[in-house]
């Protein structure tokens, strides 16, 4: 190299300022400057934003996606924790009843703490922390219009900038093209990749849809003024897919002294937006713990109420040729029933994997691109088959039937719940396959098999297992 020329250093643009985009954005800092194009303007603090249409609802990131963050970003989660976020326990701090409508013991022997705030907070802290970084660059009110390059490498992004527009508008003003090393896509389940691939002249994707039809139906309340000097539960009672309609609903405590109530149900069982039934509906769940909770409550706000729940996955990382300079992350490849909770800890996992492959390799290597889609399918694999496994039992959910190895999941899972629920051992290597810490193998170990075969067996809970004192603070 000439003496005094300094290297050029690589480039990369993250389509979607999403949770997905910002930790994609993080992932690539390293690596090359970032330029993250975002459709919509963000807001200042921990406010609700257009296009999560989620965010209203409960979430939480499992104990693979706290450890993934931490990874990426040291110490996000101690500084979301700060801001009135909390690590709970799973059992310890969460009363639940699973899909096959048993009772899960406190057991407080396992190290599995999830990530329980808004994702209003949520959002808030990740934006703060990563935009601080001075390698990315946020361009706000800017729309990604098509991809520039040809079916064998993408070398950057067509953009229109100014407010939210039609994207397919064929006035090209305000129009120009950001040249980069690396485009991702993580503009969500709207995401038109498929499309742009194509008029690059590349493959048609193969995608799968599961859809158990279910709907959701949140509100918060001010949480009651005793249990907010105590680690409240998140209380949750699950769906049976064996039921139809399948009903369920959580209580999740977050900051601010709030209770976020989210309800569910699916085809022909749907919870509503009106106020004088949400309660209701709470009550006449398989069990009423929910509604017992929450029916003296003040609410505040409206009842906010999504459909669009549909698990759909998309086979990027099976194109034989794929362009070089083009990554596609988190709901553009799949989404999720959010009963699972997975999508943000996919979403921490998958750029775990692109820094992690990055690393190895550095940018510009000819076929990096289809190697980093393939290391982010791994996550996403994991997560899609826990949820379709569940969802495609429900009548109507899929026009294909269960392949082999995801109807023997869904009947071992049943079983490994039912043994977990009885006994800690057990219940450890449940959630380290529930987390995405560990491969769905970790079901078949001796932790699993042995209190499954041959116990010791305690009997079920007949009931939900708050404590007397947890039960005073919250019911009049």
Not at 249 to 259: D, H, Q, S, T, Y
Not at 318 to 345: E, I, Q, S
Not at 438 to 463: E, K, N, W, Y
Request: with cysteine.
């Amino acid at each position: 190299m000439a003496e005094g020329i300094v290297p050029r250093r690589p480039t990369a643009v993250v389509i979607g300022a999403s949770a997905t985009g910002l930790l994609a954005a993080a992932a690539l800092a390293d690596f090359a400057d970032v330029t993250v194009v975002e459709r919509d303007r963000l807001p200042d603090g921990p406010e609700p934003r257009r296009g999560v249409p989620q965010a209203r609802h409960a979430h939480l990131v499992w104990s693979g996606g706290v450890k993934a963050l931490d990874d990426l970003l040291p110490g996000l989660t101690g500084e979301i924790v700060a801001h009135g976020g909390r690590l709970a326990h799973i059992m310890g701090d969460m009363v639940s009843r699973a899909p096959n409508e048993v009772w899960f013991r406190r057991f407080t022997s396992t190290h599995h703490r999830n990530l329980v705030c808004s994702r209003d907070l949520l959002d808030s802290v990740l934006r703060g922390r990563v935009l601080a970084d001075e390698r990315i660059t946020l361009r706000q009110e800017t729309t990604a219009l098509r991809l520039e390059g040809d079916a064998t490498a993408v070398t950057g992004v067509r953009i229109r900038a100014g407010a939210a527009t039609d994207a397919d508008a064929g006035d090209d003003a305000g129009e120009r093209t950001l040249r980069a090393d690396l485009v991702v896509d993580a503009s969500g389940r709207g995401s038109r990749a498929p499309r742009w691939l194509t008029e690059l002249g590349g493959p048609s994707i193969t995608e799968r849809e599961v859809n158990a039809g279910v709907a959701y139906a949140t509100r918060l309340y001010r949480a009651p003024e005793a249990a907010r000097n105590i680690d409240f539960p998140l209380v949750n009672v699950q769906a049976n897919p064996a039921k139809a309609p399948g009903r369920g609903g959580i209580v999740l405590p977050i900051e601010g002294n709030r209770w976020i109530v989210t309800l569910a149900g699916t085809r022909g069982g749907e919870p509503t937006d009106d106020p004088g039934a949400f309660v209701d509906f709470a009550l006449n769940l398989d069990d009423p713990v929910i509604g017992e909770l929450v029916k003296g409550l003040e609410p505040l706000g409206e009842i906010v109420t999504t459909r669009a729940t549909a698990n759909r996955r998309r086979y990027y990382e099976r194109v034989k040729h794929w362009p070089d300079g083009f990554l596609v992350l988190g709901d553009a490849v799949a989404g999720y029933n959010p009963v699972y909770g997975h999508g943000l800890t996919v979403a921490a996992q998958c750029a775990l994997a692109v820094r992690d492959t990055l690393g190895a390799t550095g940018l510009g290597q000819p076929g990096l691109a289809r190697r980093l889609q393939r290391a982010a399918a791994r996550p996403v694999a994991a997560a899609w088959d826990l949820a379709v496994g569940q969802d495609a039992l429900y009548p109507g959910a899929t026009d294909t039937r269960p392949n082999g190895v995801e109807r023997l999941l869904a009947r071992f899972v049943d079983k490994a719940v039912e043994t977990g629920a009885r006994n800690p051992r057990a219940l450890a290597a449940l959630l380290d396959v529930m987390s995405l810490e560990r491969p769905a193998t970790r079901l078949f170990s001796p932790d699993m098999l042995i209190p499954m075969l041959i116990g010791p067996r305690r009997p079920h809970l007949q009931g939900p297992p708050l404590t007397d004192a947890e039960r005073k603070t919250a019911v009049p």
